[in-house]
């Protein structure tokens, strides 16, 4: 049987770390920012195809040379697929550089398939929308863990996930991160990730309230932690290997969407046993908040 781990013997130090934590991702936000991709700031974006694969290092010093430093490209499909992203608000903009590249890769013709043009207007209201989606993914968690389970655990949940949102966002500002709209999903699916792993837990300490009687909720928590910790462990670890994949494999198109997942996944393993449950042990969590009390069935004492 595997011995009870007093996770909860450290919590004010965890509690203290979180703290620490939390506050440089919120200074990191405030202080430096997102770095917004082309699809929140607008800008224009080129698909080219070439008749050889593509060397993407030569490409890039091409449009360097030629005066456009933030150019951003990225291999997309087949080793001939390019996709080159650039801020401006020029709609020639797009011209402009396949010009350039025609002139300079004789060698290896290349082909303009697609050229797009995003204003900073799109980009505005991708940036709000995609806030409110999170905001409405954060209610229908609270809502649905308040009937599922009851309205401590809902709160317990809620901060734990704000705390990886939180710490997450503030890395990838921290580290400048290009925040498109496939960190927004990554950002969102952390969310899901998070929850799931914190209704395992929660599942536990409910159960074990019907079984452990006599235990604290101290005692509870350390037990459920421990009887879910495989479970935990055996998830976290399949998960980041397979992100760990997108990121070396990936290319440069997924590299924002697996470094949000990877800070994501850890931020999310260790919210729901150093957040979570410490947030029902603030609010005294007890067993007649998910047991009601048995009432005596009155005795008619009338003649």
């Given at each position: 049987m595997l011995r009870t781990i007093n996770f909860m013997g450290v919590r004010n130090i965890a509690f203290a770390i979180t703290m620490?934590?939390?506050?440089?991702?919120?200074?990191?936000?405030?202080?430096?920012?997102l770095n917004y991709g082309l699809d929140f700031t607008g800008g224009t974006l080129i698909?080219?195809?070439?008749?050889?694969?593509?060397?993407?290092?030569?490409?890039?010093?091409?449009?360097?040379?030629a005066?456009?430093?933030?150019?951003?490209?990225?291999?997309?499909?087949?080793?001939?697929?390019l996709l080159v992203r650039m801020p401006g608000e020029d709609p020639q903009l797009g011209t402009q550089v396949a010009a350039v590249l025609r002139q300079t890769g004789a060698?290896?013709?290349?082909?303009?398939?697609?050229?797009?043009?995003?204003?900073?207007?799109?980009g505005e209201?991708?940036?709000?929308?995609?806030?409110?989606?999170?905001?409405?993914?954060?209610?229908?968690?609270?809502?649905?863990?308040?009937f599922r389970f009851q309205w401590k655990f809902a709160v317990g949940a809620i901060v734990s996930l704000i705390h990886d949102v939180v710490v997450t966002v503030g890395i990838l500002s921290f580290f400048q991160v290009t925040?498109?709209?496939?960190?927004?999903?990554?950002?969102?699916?952390?969310?899901?990730?998070?929850?799931?792993?914190?209704?395992?837990?929660?599942?536990?300490?409910?159960?074990?309230?019907?079984?452990?009687?006599?235990?604290?909720?101290?005692?509870?928590?350390?037990?459920?932690?421990?009887?879910?910790?495989?479970?935990?462990?055996?998830?976290s670890i399949s998960t980041l290997l397979a992100i760990v994949a997108l990121w070396v494999f990936g290319g440069d198109s997924l590299h924002g969407f697996s470094v949000a997942l990877f800070i994501g996944v850890l931020a999310?393993?260790?919210?729901?046993?150093?957040?979570?449950?410490?947030?029902?042990?603030?609010?005294?969590?007890?067993?007649d908040d998910l047991i009601p009390p048995v009432?005596?069935?009155?005795?008619?004492?009338?003649p």
């Open positions: 620490f934590l939390t506050a440089l991702a919120l200074f990191s936000c405030f202080h430096k920012g698909e080219l195809t070439y008749e050889h694969a593509a060397d993407l290092p030569k490409v890039r010093k091409e449009l360097v040379d005066g456009y430093h933030e150019a951003i490209v990225q291999s997309f499909g087949a080793t001939t697929d060698d290896n013709p290349v082909t303009v398939k697609r050229v797009e043009f995003v204003g900073p207007q799109v209201e991708l940036r709000d929308q995609g806030g409110l989606g999170m905001l409405m993914a954060l209610g229908g968690v609270l809502i649905y863990l308040a925040f498109d709209l496939t960190v927004l999903a990554a950002v969102l699916a952390i969310i899901g990730y998070s929850l799931n792993d914190t209704i395992v837990v929660f599942d536990r300490v409910r159960e074990n309230f019907r079984i452990l009687r006599k235990a604290t909720l101290i005692e509870n928590i350390n037990i459920s932690t421990t009887q879910t910790l495989l479970r935990t462990m055996a998830t999310g393993t260790y919210s729901s046993i150093y957040i979570a449950n410490v947030v029902l042990i603030w609010l005294n969590l007890t067993t009432v005596a069935d009155k005795v008619d004492d009338r």
